[in-house]
């Protein structure tokens, strides 16, 4: 089992950047047992893959229409994974999610997904 509570969403004008958070409480498995992703919703759309990072932080995939703007690492250490998000365009205005495979593979489905996070709300202004 594991917890997952997402911060530092917000509101940014268009351009600007914000750094989401996911912290992580697991029990009877180590954080690095999973990898790790993002997903977002905007309204009125379904929920969609953003991110996934694997069990090191060594290997990253990203949506295309976030490549090169956004950036999602971890730090183990602290159970925490994370979403640095620049050049935010409000189409990117969303609820972030984080969730979490407990297989340990890098996955872009949200039915691979064995745990999410409520999600912390991202809204960009034109």
């Known amino acids: 089992q594991v917890q997952l509570v997402e911060s530092g969403g917000g509101l940014v004008q268009a351009g600007g950047s914000l750094r989401l958070s996911c912290a992580a409480s697991?029990?009877?498995?180590?954080?690095?047992?999973?990898?790790m992703n993002w997903f977002r919703q905007a309204p009125g759309k379904e929920r969609e893959f953003v991110a996934t990072i694997n069990r090191s932080g060594g290997s990253t995939y990203y949506a295309d229409s976030v490549k090169g703007r956004f950036t999602i690492s971890r730090d183990n250490a602290k159970n925490t994974v994370y979403l640095q998000m620049n050049s935010l365009k409000p189409e990117d205005t969303a609820v972030y999610y984080c969730?979490?495979?407990?297989?340990?593979?890098?996955?872009?489905?949200?039915?691979?997904?064995?745990?999410w996070g409520k999600g912390t709300l991202v809204t960009v202004s034109s």
């Open positions: 697991a029990s009877g498995r180590t954080f690095t047992s999973y990898a």
């Open positions: 969730a979490g495979r407990a297989d340990g593979l890098v996955g872009t489905k949200v039915e691979g997904m064995d745990y």
